[in-house]
């Protein structure tokens, strides 16, 4: 069972993350090079991203979190948007919200969507994991996100608290108060050379949209998206960005028999919807590198990618994997360009 | 009703609580999800799953304590428990190590990077 008798779609929780600084670049180059070397940059800075989300074609973008405490360590008086390039913005206190799990249905990621627009809410930025969906928004409108989210969305009883506390603020809270807390350590921090993953799989035969829509229509949007299929729609994967003060940045991925139900969405869009593309793909999902917790995974994942030329149409890194939008007949490739730095461990 | 045997995955990664559940749901089981040992608990004793996944470094209440509590309820004590134990031999600071995992009173043991197929025997072994 999906929903509850008030109608309200059943999920398993929702989280915020710590203090972020968003970074939205945008003139990304098809072959992503500058964007790689400044990913190869904050890995050599030891400086992890719990967020990365690419759109590489149809004019590249992407955004990139870091946590504010990185941030103002690297970059204590330096012009950080400069270290980013041409064309960054930098949004100075971020957070992300994540809501779990979205099962793949447009109806939830409609309904997120339509909820933001119609209070407000800022959206940076967006990007769908295998389980979650992950919204940037200003970090001091995380708790009321929360709060009007739960107008459509139903908690379970006892749910997981939405901020989460980590070992980095134990130790925090030890040197300020003195007091010894009981915050259990849930995130792992290291780095290896080579990193294990739980596994990867291809996903063929599917279709990526991308499109520009006017923020005035992102309400619109999540309406016409809960509509799709009656309601019963399904994504892969989508991802979204703000790229200036009017428009968004639309990818989304879909299997090829719901081409259909798609089209009528981008039809219904008509003049709405600007510079639509769509284009065949295959989903590369590398399960659990624990993106979120170690620095360096996104970096060697792409220049290996960019070593072996492998086209990437598209980049998620919002839970602890990692997914890559390849050409159709193209993810074969990319997963055995990534063999030699991601390892399956096999048990004796 | 399902005749299907339960599992309850208790992981606070919902991806990978995600990813399991898809591997379980395509051996036939039925699968519940919880995802930190606080709910871990509270689906035990409103589904009384068949067998419990249960990861080790969760907030709330981490693995260890939720076994142990199972562990020594009688009511819950006989319901199978495979613990996800230490992530990586590279972590050199953390209270979650497999050997730590081994101290416990879990039926069985898979360390982190999970082998799904290692880890689907496992669950036909313990049921």
């Known amino acids: 069972m999906d929903s509850t008798t008030t109608g309200k779609i059943l999920i398993g929780g929702l989280r915020f993350s710590t203090e972020q600084v968003l970074a939205s670049l945008s003139g990304i180059a098809p072959d992503c090079h500058d964007f790689i070397s400044i990913l190869g940059e904050l890995a050599e800075e030891k400086i992890n991203l719990p967020f990365l989300c690419l759109q590489a074609v149809n004019d590249g973008c992407a955004a990139v979190s870091l946590s504010r405490k990185d941030f103002d360590q690297f970059w204590p008086d330096s012009d950080a948007a400069q270290s980013f390039g041409v064309g960054t913005e930098l949004i100075s206190s971020t957070g992300s919200l994540t809501l779990f799990p979205h099962q793949s249905r447009l109806r939830t990621l409609g309904a997120m969507l339509e909820i933001f627009a119609e209070n407000r809410l800022s959206l940076y930025s967006l990007c769908s994991s295998l389980s979650a969906l992950v919204i940037n928004t200003d970090f001091c409108q995380l708790e009321r996100a929360a709060q009007v989210l739960q107008t459509s969305f139903q908690l379970p009883d006892n749910h997981a608290p939405f901020r989460q506390q980590t070992k980095h603020d134990k130790i925090e809270n030890q040197t300020s108060s003195g007091d010894h807390l009981s915050v259990l350590e849930t995130a792992a921090v290291y780095w290896e050379p080579v990193i294990k993953i739980y596994g990867s799989s291809i996903k063929k035969d599917l279709l990526i949209t991308t499109a520009y829509i006017p923020q005035d229509k992102l309400a619109w949007l999540g309406k016409e998206l809960q509509a799709v299929e009656d309601g019963r729609g399904i994504f892969e994967m989508a991802l979204m960005q703000r790229v200036d003060d009017s428009a968004y940045k639309l990818g989304l991925l879909y299997e090829n028999r719901r081409v259909k139900a798609y089209r009528r969405l981008f039809s219904a869009a008509g003049d709405l919807f600007s510079r639509t593309e769509h284009r065949e793909a295959e989903l590369l999902y590398l399960h659990g590198p624990h993106f979120h917790d170690r620095y360096g995974v996104a970096s060697a994942a792409l220049a290996s990618l960019q070593d072996k030329g492998c086209e990437l149409f598209a980049v998620g890194c919002s839970g602890t994997s990692i997914y890559l939008i390849t050409p159709e007949k193209k993810g074969q490739r990319s997963a055995e360009a990534l063999e030699k730095i991601f390892i399956v461990p096999k048990l004796s | ?127």
């Open chain 2, 1 to 127: 009703m399902s005749d299907k045997q339960l599992i309850l995955v208790v992981d606070d990664d919902t991806d990978l609580v995600e990813a399991l559940s898809m591997k379980l749901e395509s051996e036939d089981f039925a699968v519940a999800k919880a995802y930190d040992g606080v709910e871990g608990f509270e689906k035990i004793k409103a589904k009384r799953p068949d067998l419990v996944i249960l990861d080790v470094m969760m907030p709330r209440k981490d693995g260890y304590k939720l076994c142990d509590e199972l562990k020594n309820d009688d009511e819950y004590k006989d319901i199978p428990i495979i613990l996800l134990t230490a992530v990586t031999d590279a972590i050199n600071s953390t209270n979650y190590t497999h050997m730590g995992g081994k101290t416990t009173l879990a039926d069985d043991f898979i360390p982190k990077p999970i082998d799904l197929d290692k880890l689907m025997e496992i669950v036909k072994d313990t049921l």
